[in-house]
């Protein structure tokens, strides 16, 4: 049995550890052999003294063989994964993944729910009436083999050693530690068997970087984990100051992926899954390059084979495959309600704040505050300005879903804080996309 003091001390004083010494810490902890309070004293050490790029591989490595993994052999599609790193309205996963399914990648999209502003994959994806996120892991490995693509909740015989990890660091100030961010991100992304990966590091306030050059940072630790695993590894800066898209709430985000798919979505949905998805074709060697990677993408949505494609993953996954072409059968709030501009004349949005916006959906009940709440599938807030757009008196910010009036009146005092107006034009939020390996 392993002596975690040790490792505590070494690790106090900014010393490296070896890869079977990481190995044996996290062995010890799985098995209970390594209390939580010597863990929990090891995390806080990492948070206050770092880890080296190898110590961080290696503790990657260590949480992938604490469970089982992935593996396809025989398998004739490239393997393809992508992470979103936090954010506020953002369907990219539902969108991307049956178009790359349907570009002839394997896709297996291993998401996690929602808790506090940041949404949830799979709480969108169960508001499609009687869909199923857990599957075992030989259905998931079967439908994968038979339609290239499955969008499901981690499984946990998969880096077991990541949850346990993560409830820890969740409930002892040890979450905002990037090289324990990137381990975990990463343990569940190779776990999964892809061989080229696609990572969206968010920046801004609905995202757990707050800055720039956080995500860089961040950014730059996940693709150097990548290479050392072997992977093909890229990551995507976006910017996350405004919501993605302009729904907010699981049912109203699916049917916005549905319009996406279908050629009707938010500019923004559909610009930054051209970029996740042109770069995961280019990587596996299903398009030249990246260019040719985007006018795949847009073939596909364009004749429908996107569409298609979901409909066969939301019917494999026992949901009901009609939502697709009739997004009305999606569960429906019984009050909407918009917000309006109350100004004596023109104004500019200055700000449409991502954490507030996504705090407002939270009280309505499209989110939890913590892991026990139940999540209202139909409630959420649909943006009808954005950054830049210039409004006028009595005209909608916002469109308000919710269960009654007194939630939505609710909801319009932190819409009111989290939209910013002034009285002068103000730019379009320029966020470009930045590409780190």
């Given at each position: 049995?392993?002596?975690?003091?040790?490792?505590i001390?070494?690790?106090k004083?900014?010393?490296?550890?070896?890869?079977?010494e990481?190995?044996?810490?996290?062995?010890?902890?799985?098995?209970?052999?390594?209390?939580?309070?010597?863990?929990?004293?090891?995390?806080?050490?990492?948070?206050?003294?770092?880890?080296?790029?190898?110590?961080?591989?290696?503790?990657?490595?260590?949480?992938?063989?604490?469970?089982?993994?992935?593996?396809?052999?025989?398998?004739?599609?490239?393997?393809?994964?992508?992470?979103?790193?936090?954010?506020?309205?953002d369907?990219?996963a539902?969108?991307l993944v049956?178009l790359?399914?349907?570009?002839?990648?394997?896709?297996?999209?291993?998401?996690?729910r929602?808790?506090?502003?940041?949404?949830?994959?799979?709480?969108?994806?169960?508001?499609?009436?009687?869909?199923?996120?857990?599957?075992?892991?030989?259905?998931?490995?079967?439908q994968?083999?038979?339609?290239?693509?499955?969008?499901?909740?981690?499984?946990?015989?998969?880096?077991?050693?990541?949850?346990?990890?993560?409830?820890?660091?969740?409930?002892?100030?040890?979450?905002?530690?990037?090289?324990?961010?990137a381990?975990?991100?990463?343990?569940?992304?190779?776990?999964?068997g892809?061989?080229?990966?696609?990572l969206?590091?968010?920046?801004?306030?609905?995202?757990?970087?707050?800055?720039?050059?956080?995500?860089?940072?961040?950014?730059?630790?996940?693709v150097?984990?990548?290479?050392?695993?072997?992977?093909?590894?890229?990551?995507?800066?976006?910017?996350?100051?405004?919501?993605?898209?302009?729904?907010?709430?699981?049912?109203?985000?699916?049917?916005?992926?549905?319009?996406?798919?279908?050629g009707?979505?938010?500019?923004?949905?559909?610009?930054?899954?051209?970029?996740?998805?042109?770069?995961?074709?280019?990587?596996?060697?299903?398009?030249?390059?990246?260019?040719?990677?985007?006018?795949?993408?847009?073939?596909?949505?364009?004749?429908?084979?996107?569409?298609e494609m979901?409909?066969?993953?939301?019917?494999?996954?026992?949901?009901?495959?009609?939502?697709?072409?009739a997004?009305?059968l999606?569960?429906?709030?019984?009050?909407?309600?918009?917000?309006?501009?109350?100004?004596?004349?023109?104004?500019?949005?200055?700000?449409?704040?991502?954490?507030?916006?996504g705090?407002?959906?939270?009280?309505?009940?499209?989110?939890?505050?913590?892991?026990?709440?139940?999540?209202?599938p139909?409630?959420?807030?649909?943006?009808?300005?954005?950054?830049?757009?210039?409004?006028?008196?009595?005209?909608?910010?916002?469109?308000?879903?919710?269960?009654?009036?007194e939630?939505?009146e609710?909801?319009?005092?932190?819409?009111?804080?989290?939209?910013?107006?002034?009285?002068?034009?103000?730019?379009?939020a320029?966020d470009?996309?930045?590409?780190?390996?």
């Amino acid at each position: 049995m392993i002596s975690a003091v040790p490792l505590i001390e070494r690790k106090k004083r900014g010393e490296a550890l070896a890869a079977d010494e990481l190995r044996g810490l996290l062995g010890g902890f799985v098995a209970r052999e390594v209390p939580d309070y010597q863990m929990a004293a090891w995390l806080m050490a990492v948070c206050l003294r770092g880890m080296t790029d190898a110590e961080t591989l290696a503790l990657t490595e260590a949480m992938v063989e604490s469970g089982a993994t992935l593996a396809w052999p025989g398998l004739d599609r490239p393997t393809v994964d992508k992470h979103r790193a936090g954010g506020v309205g953002d369907t990219t996963a539902i969108v991307l993944v049956p178009l790359m399914a349907a570009a002839g990648a394997a896709f297996v999209k291993m998401s996690g729910r929602g808790l506090g502003h940041t949404g949830g994959t799979l709480d969108k994806l169960e508001s499609i009436p009687g869909f199923v996120c857990e599957l075992p892991l030989e259905e998931m490995r079967a439908q994968v083999r038979r339609i290239g693509c499955a969008l499901v909740g981690q499984s946990p015989e998969l880096v077991p050693a990541d949850k346990m990890t993560y409830a820890l660091r969740d409930v002892t100030g040890t979450v905002d530690s990037i090289p324990l961010i990137a381990a975990s991100i990463m343990s569940k992304k190779l776990a999964a068997g892809a061989r080229s990966i696609v990572l969206d590091v968010k920046w801004g306030s609905g995202a757990f970087m707050q800055t720039l050059d956080e995500a860089r940072e961040l950014a730059a630790v996940l693709v150097r984990i990548g290479a050392g695993a072997g992977r093909g590894t890229r990551a995507v800066l976006s910017g996350m100051r405004q919501p993605l898209g302009a729904a907010v709430g699981n049912a109203l985000e699916v049917r916005e992926a549905i319009d996406t798919l279908t050629g009707s979505g938010p500019a923004d949905l559909w610009a930054l899954t051209l970029e996740l998805g042109s770069h995961l074709l280019e990587m596996s060697g299903l398009a030249p390059d990246a260019a040719e990677g985007r006018a795949m993408l847009v073939r596909l949505r364009d004749s429908g084979a996107g569409a298609e494609m979901l409909e066969r993953l939301i019917e494999a996954q026992h949901g009901d495959p009609r939502v697709v072409r009739a997004p009305e059968l999606l569960p429906a709030a019984p009050v909407v309600r918009p917000l309006t501009v109350d100004a004596d004349g023109p104004r500019w949005v200055k700000a449409a704040d991502a954490r507030g916006i996504g705090d407002a959906a939270l009280e309505l009940g499209a989110g939890r505050k913590t892991k026990a709440d139940a999540v209202d599938p139909a409630v959420g807030i649909v943006l009808r300005a954005r950054i830049g757009d210039r409004v006028e008196p009595g005209q909608p910010l916002a469109d308000v879903h919710a269960r009654g009036d007194e939630a939505a009146e609710q909801a319009f005092a932190a819409l009111r804080a989290a939209f910013r107006l002034s009285d002068t034009p103000v730019p379009a939020a320029d966020d470009a996309y930045e590409t780190v390996g």
